[in-house]
């Protein structure tokens, strides 16, 4: 069952203010599954969630998940930037990078970042980028065969990322001889899973590599960074992963994986991005064109560099007609809804240019509001614009009903604003 924190009304006016397609966030539930995921590590004193910036990198946000208590997961120097304006910096930023230019490894160890390392010749770049290595280190493991992966990110002896096992033993052992004093592990194999399982095993095998790396090195661990990629509910028919259950299942192996093995207590981190923003972001259009030809095809304003994720991956984005909601309160789905089979299509010259295929959808008519679920994560953020399309404004709910505008819509003037050209 999918809901909207917005009556139709509301969107209109909403739309009446800020011309559709726009990304609007929800910050009262944003903030309430901040908290929801801190209740469920509570156990963990040192437990930090670093939130992946290429999600969402908007300040705006970051900002109100830095209320939260959350720091910032950067892979670029972009997002190295957005999180210094924010105010995180120091240990509060984990720089997560791969094929990493040493300007962004200067720029990291400047703010203070966590430096993880992607691979074992890393270590040397850091040096030479920087002069020497920081006090505190990180390595990003990659599993290989052990762990099966998934659709998304795939198998990981096949993935780019990390360091084999029998690398880090060596790594670690370089970083101490070189005066390294705190030390971090870090992995990150799943994306969008919605198995707790999945997520709990990632940690255990964790604990163990903690442990076994300790003793034959002859160091400790400071933290684990068990990555992102908790899955959320893109279809009706989908559980949110049960962040209580992944809390509890992590703290017993925790026990009996690392703290009965004699390894001191440890902090537990997690740069998650996709379910801490997914489901509170939408994506709100209108219908502008119906046409009828071998299908039914339901054309948006809004087109994939609005949203590429369907486009992309062929997933899957609920849509909801809010014109069907009951008055004055929010939108909740009705089963008694006229259909209609369509595509839902954007206006790109590209054929995959569609947000849904073959679906029943809500009966809608031009300069209907349509709006796509789930858009909150891994949305705008990957917006471009091929084919002369822009990228869409953002705007935040606040808690207390306003609506800020925390991104413009693009214009044709930032669009050519990288030519110089005359008459443009
Ligand atoms: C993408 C990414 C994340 C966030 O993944 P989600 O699926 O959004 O939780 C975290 N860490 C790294 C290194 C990533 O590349």
Redesign the pocket.
Known sequence: MKTLPFTNEQLEAIASQHPTPFHIYDEKAIRANARRLKAAFAWNPGFHEYF?V??TPNPWLMKLLKEEGFGS?C?SMAELVLAEAVGNVGEDVMF?SNDTPDAEFRKAVELGAIVNLDDITHIAAVERACGKLPALMCCRWNPGPLKGGNAIIGKPEEAK?GFTTEQLYDAYARMKAKGVKRFGLHT?V???ELSPQYIIDTATLLFDLVVDISKKVGITFDFINI????GIPYRPDQEAQPLETIGAGIEASYRAHLIAKGHPDLKLYM?????ITGPYGYLVARVRHLKRTYRTYVGLDACMSNLMRPALYGAYHHISVPKYGPAGTTYTEKAEVPLMTCDVTGSLCENNDKFAIQRAIPEVQPGDLLVLHDAG??GHAMGFQYNGKLRSAELLRRADGSVQVIRRAETLADYFATLDFPGL
């Open positions: 992946a290429k999600a997961d892979s997560t990322y990150m799943a994306s969008n990555g992102g990629g908790i740069e998650c991005g996709r379910c994560a891994h």
